[in-house]
DNA sequence: AAGCGTCTTTGATCAAGATCAAAGCATATT
DNA sequence: AATATGCTTTGATCTTGATCAAAGACGCTT
């Protein structure tokens, strides 16, 4: 990889720990990775993985029951690291949602730089205890909420999610936004049918609270009463 | 704390990763302490926590939505650490399902210790990175498993982790074992009601896949087809 | 602009699990 | 031993979301 000083999620990313010389190291491990929607990163299981920072796009962690049944486990937006450090293979497939670009390195080199690097490995935890949480939250959506509060939820996380931008967070939330995927994805993240993703939208679209304009921009008209179909306090 | 030296989890605990004189200095700032069953040692949103490492018995985290509907996202056993270090505040609530004993630390000597023992970070990080696969594990039974796969996969789960007696792994499955919980915290923990629970148990006990002699014990007859039934290819 | 393929919405029906209600059981109490 | 108390199981019914089926809408290609 040429330049990580000049990368975009430069001071995001997990690389932000690292001083300049030793940034220099760490890019002649990685390399520059552009990946077309669809395409899969990682195969869980497989036994000669790759770890990698997301420098633009939103790719998908997935787990697949033995009869095709998928659950997406997390999303992922730029900045955000994927894959499985330090484990003997991946539990997941990492796959891209939308056109991304990533920055890739073997397991091995990683986690022998990372050994070396206490502060990226303190970044790392920071991460995998957020990453945790979320994880948490999600199962109690998936556990206890009703459908439209699913789909409020992934609204509101989704406005938020998609709304940092470059180094600085821009409008806190935003308003008007384009799903980074198609339905039976939606479906799959919420433990849920396509049809019944579609019915909900359709119901919350009919109240007023959204507006649909075409399959993938969604605006939102009425954020509290979004908020509070959520669930959320 | 009188002795890390001879606690019964001292070698499955994070502490594993010290040395004899790091020790010294940790156990100078942990103490031990009881709790009973249904107590609660840490509040979700409360201030001023502690982190600890359970010594015996059960304790779950979980997870309540405003209108008191309640998700149980983890179970931990002797051994776990418990708690949100660097954190504001814990996300979860944590409260024992059995009698327990836990070793117990201020969140802010804990923090300033792990800062200055990057062993320890790497350790933590290992378990964050473990629980969050079994936390993704879990979303993909919450999202898409059916009733009776969900109790299936919670008694292999148990008949697993309910195994490790002491340092060492016993038989590595236990073909009988006391549930830690009632019925209603199993219907927390696979998202399910109470009588959905009862009315499962009830179906592959009468298909001698399991027996249930009383309340709190089960007896694997069948592993392979419980297996089977879990879902589990 | 017409035609094709894919994704999404809508409709009708079904079923798994939730809810409401009552009866069993086991342990603790007097 | 008799009785209260708190789980747990079982039964009857209802609801939410799944399934099956078809019609629309949108983007792409020619």
Redesign the pocket.
């Known amino acids: 990889m040429s330049d990580c000083s000049t990368c975009v999620v430069r001071n995001r990313a997990i690389c932000a720990s690292l001083e300049p010389d030793e940034l220099q190291v760490l890019s002649k491990l990685g390399r520059k990775r552009k990946i077309k929607r669809g395409e899969t990163l990682l195969w869980e299981g497989d036994p000669a993985p790759v770890v990698a920072n997301i420098i633009d796009g939103v790719l998908k962690l997935s787990m697949n029951l033995h009869d095709g049944r998928e659950q997406i486990v997390s999303v992922m937006y730029a900045s955000d690291f994927v894959g499985r450090p330090f484990g003997k293979e991946s539990p997941y497939r990492v796959s891209a949602m939308t056109d991304a670009e990533v920055c890739v390195f073997t397991r091995s080199s990683f986690d022998s730089f990372a050994k070396e690097h206490p502060d990226l490995q303190n970044k790392l935890l920071h991460r995998s205890l957020d990453e945790l949480d979320r994880a948490r939250e999600w199962m109690t959506l998936l556990g206890k909420k ?3 509060e699913r789909i409020a939820t992934l609204l509101i996380e989704l406005s938020d999610r998609l709304s940092v931008d470059g180094c600085s967070p821009t409008s806190r939330y935003l308003d008007r936004f384009e799903l980074p995927m ?3 994805q939606i479906a799959d993240i919420l ?9 909900q ?2 119901r919350i679209r009919k109240q007023g609270i959204i507006d ?1 304009p ?2 993938r921009t969604v605006i939102i008209n009425e954020r509290s009463l979004l908020k509070a179909v959520a669930g959320v306090a």
Chains 1, 2 share one sequence.
């Open positions: 009703s459908a439209t198609d339905r039976q433990g849920l049918t396509i049809e019944t993703v579609s019915r939208f359709t649909l075409d399959r």
